[in-house]
């Protein structure tokens, strides 16, 4: 992810922040260690069986209402605390294959089997173990002082949200019948901003992707006779340098559309290059912050694709196939105004920034609005919003004088160097949900 930020300002007057809520600083320790347990422990998409767990385990001592295996390994906790509002919180479970390059002493050397057999280096690169650790501190605040709210708390432990399919998974595995259904479903998402600050958006939050595979599939031959194939490779090489023309050519500039050819394969790792390969593989990742946008931008890789191959005298077979969507990340409007205006109230202004909106997707908005509709729950409104994560002796050590300098080279989510600042990054985020979900749930009784 990237982004602008500003940095924190002078608080005046009328932005000072609220006392620390009472009884947020005991959870600092034990906030700590859950997410050092899960950073040195991160698992694959589909595979979060030890993480699941360890959120499971907790919220279940927590008194919560546990469901476990929910469309997988996920997890949904309910605590209710009297009649008034149910409001979800949504953290992710899973982590990345990457390796770690932190430093930290406290950074993951682990490994799962990849589909050679071979060892592959995960890591919790996006932040997930932040969020998870920051739901269950909040739970813990929640299920320790009932008197201060009414209504229901909701947790849930999603997995596979890299692959875009935990959502979904858990919705047809009937997450929404099995616990109460939530009025608001509320999450976050670290990014390196800085640490201590919370950004609201104003627009969408992040992009809706479209992940296309175009497949030529041809004749090959003698690399000597290219004349006798239908050669796959010039039309999949002619789409990736045609596709640029998508965004750049196409779209207007405001619509802020990025449209990537990511991968492209053909023949064998063992060839001895005088063979012309029979298939070509090309992944596309499209990226808009609307869905007529989303829909132009698939129509055109198809017609790129297409075109591209019927240019040769004995055209490949072209077909594109979609592996994966995801929807526009776009908070409810009333619902952020009121946790934007609760943050504040926490934070101080200068702690409550701006964000305008990421080309990094989610499948979060599957479990809101027309997603949850299709579940046969309508009305369920969301928020969400970004949580600083770079800590202030690394913000000061990144070189450029602006935050937009600095955020072009601070180590982003999904970097084997991506290193949130631990307490600040946690304290931040267990403050941001607690008062969001105390904000949209029921006052106490008088
Ligand atoms: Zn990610
Ligand atoms: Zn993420």
Redesign the pocket.
């Known amino acids: 992810m990237s982004t602008r930020s500003r940095r924190p300002g002078t608080t005046t007057r009328h932005d000072r922040p609220a006392p620390a809520l009472p009884g947020l600083d005991a959870l600092s320790v034990p906030t700590a260690e859950l997410y050092l347990d899960l950073h040195r422990h991160p698992e694959l998409s589909g595979d979060e069986r030890r993480t699941a767990a360890r959120f499971a385990d907790r919220l279940d001592a927590d008194g919560f209402r546990v469901l476990r295996g929910i469309g997988g390994h996920g997890v949904a906790a309910e605590l209710r605390n009297g009649d008034g509002p149910a409001v979800l919180l949504r953290a992710?479970l899973d982590a990345l294959p990457v390796a770690e390059d932190t430093g930290a002493p406290y950074a993951s050397t682990a490994t799962a089997p990849g589909p050679d057999g071979r060892p592959v280096p995960l890591m919790h690169a996006?932040?997930?173990d932040a969020h998870l650790a920051c739901v269950a501190a909040a739970a813990r605040w929640f299920a320790a002082r009932r008197e201060q709210w009414r209504g229901t708390l909701l947790v849930v432990g999603q997995p596979a949200?890299?692959t875009l399919s935990g959502a979904r998974a858990m919705l047809e595995d009937g997450l929404y019948e099995r616990i109460t259904p939530p009025d608001d479903v509320l999450a976050q998402?670290t990014a390196p901003f800085p640490a201590g600050m919370v950004a609201h958006a104003d627009g969408p939050v992040m992009a809706g992707s479209a992940l296309l595979e175009a497949r030529f599939e041809g004749e090959g031959g003698h690399a000597a006779t290219p004349h006798l194939t239908a050669d796959p490779l010039l039309a999949a090489a002619g789409s990736v340098v045609r596709l640029s023309a998508v965004a750049a050519r196409e779209s207007d500039p405001a619509e802020r559309l990025v449209v990537t050819a990511s991968s492209l394969r053909a023949g064998d790792t063992g060839s001895t290059g005088n063979v012309i390969a029979s298939t070509a593989v090309l992944h596309v990742t499209v990226r808009a912050f609307s869905e007529p946008a989303l829909d132009r931008a698939v129509a055109a890789v198809e017609r790129v694709v297409r075109a591209e191959a019927a240019a040769a005298a004995r055209p490949p077979r072209a077909t594109v196939t979609a592996l994966s969507r995801s929807g526009v990340t776009l908070a409810d409007p009333e619902v952020t105004a009121a946790v934007r205006a609760a943050h504040q109230r926490q934070f101080g202004a200068a702690r409550v920034t701006g964000w305008p909106g990421s080309t990094a997707t989610e499948d979060f908005p599957l479990l809101t609005g027309a997603g949850a509709a299709l579940h046969g729950r309508p009305g369920i409104r969301g928020c969400y919003w970004m949580l600083g994560a770079t800590g202030p002796a690394q913000w000061t050590a990144a070189p450029g004088g602006g935050a937009a300098e600095k955020l072009r080279v601070l180590p982003a989510?999904h970097s084997p160097r991506y290193l949130p600042s631990v307490r600040l990054t946690l304290e931040t985020g267990t403050a941001a949900l607690v008062t969001a979900a105390l904000a949209r749930l029921g006052p106490a009784e008088g």
Request: hydrophobic content about 0%; glycine content about 12%; overall charge negative.
């Open positions: 992710e996006c932040g997930h949200e890299e998402h989510n």
